[in-house]
């Protein structure tokens, strides 16, 4: 063997060496959580396998978009779910992750299709601003705040009104910072939480027609402990309650939660 194809031959194997170890991005969605952690339940038919200190990002949809939740790193693995250590933001259930999964050319074994804890498809809460109010996930930071203080200082905001303040604060739309209590104080105002809570047998007086997702995104609230104490309890009554006001996501999750 000559010097010249000795070189060729080591030349080769170091520029395939980074392609064998490289990762692949795994799929997967928050299925349960707890202090510091999430479980991550794996996408069906991965080729990939996630390892121990592997990165983790989170996103959430909006308006089409995957808008970025929170970081961390693979804690443990348990067949098709992994647990991840949150490092940054506070991903919630039915949050997407995606792994850079170091396990090439390995099949996880996957849960059935029918297991119970599998996850609902796409996030919990309703993303979207209610329609027709002049604002998107691209409108600019100016736009939200005139949009947010001329809602603030309507004295009969409708239930659209309530949800996409709500929303704001919820979600840290158009540079607000996140605030779950003013978030959770805006969603009970568009449903007349107190009343309900107090044994009237609807939430507001004159029924919305956005009160299901007003609803709807409390129960996620409660369901995730969104600065308020975590109560599944609560949050199946709220799901309960936008079901029979229409809301798909709301079956998925009741279904999900066992009713």
């Known amino acids: 063997m000559n010097i010249r194809f000795l070189g060729l031959l080591i030349l080769g194997v170091m520029l395939c060496i980074p392609l064998a170890f490289s990762a692949t991005s795994l799929k997967g969605m928050v299925d349960a959580k707890q202090a510091g952690e999430v479980r991550v339940a794996l996408a069906p038919g991965s080729t990939a396998v996630p390892r121990v200190g592997d990165a983790v990002s ?41 792994i850079q999964a170091s396990g090439i050319g390995e099949t996880a074994e996957m849960a059935p299709a029918s297991d119970a804890s599998e996850p609902v498809s796409g996030p919990c809460v309703y993303g979207e601003l209610m329609a027709n109010r002049g604002l998107s996930r691209q409108s600019n930071v100016e736009e939200f705040r005139r949009y947010e203080m001329k809602l603030r200082k309507k004295s009969d905001r409708s239930g659209a ?7 704001i604060y919820h979600m840290g739309l158009g540079g ?37 997702k007003l609803m709807h995104n409390l129960g996620c609230m409660y369901l995730n402990g969104e600065g308020i104490p975590a109560d599944r309890e609560v949050a199946r009554e709220l799901f309960r309650k936008a079901e029979q006001r229409g809301s798909e996501r709301s079956r998925q999750m009741l279904d999900r939660l066992g009713q």
Do not use: C
């Not at 009104?161 to 929303?167: E, I």
């Not at 449903?191 to 299901?212: C, L, M, T, Y």
């Open 176 to 212: 607000f910072p996140k605030n779950p209590a003013k978030a959770k104080a805006y969603y009970e105002q568009g449903i007349g939480w107190p009343a309900w809570r107090k044994g009237a047998n609807a939430f507001s007086v004159i029924q919305d027609p956005h009160e299901p």
């Open 161 to 167: 009104d309530a949800f996409n303040l709500a929303l």
């Open 58 to 98: 989170f996103t959430v949809e909006m308006d089409g978009l995957e808008i970025e939740a929170g970081a961390g790193t693979v804690s443990k693995v348990e067949g098709p779910q992994v647990w991840v250590k949150v490092t940054e933001g506070q991903p919630n259930i039915d949050m997407i992750a995606v």
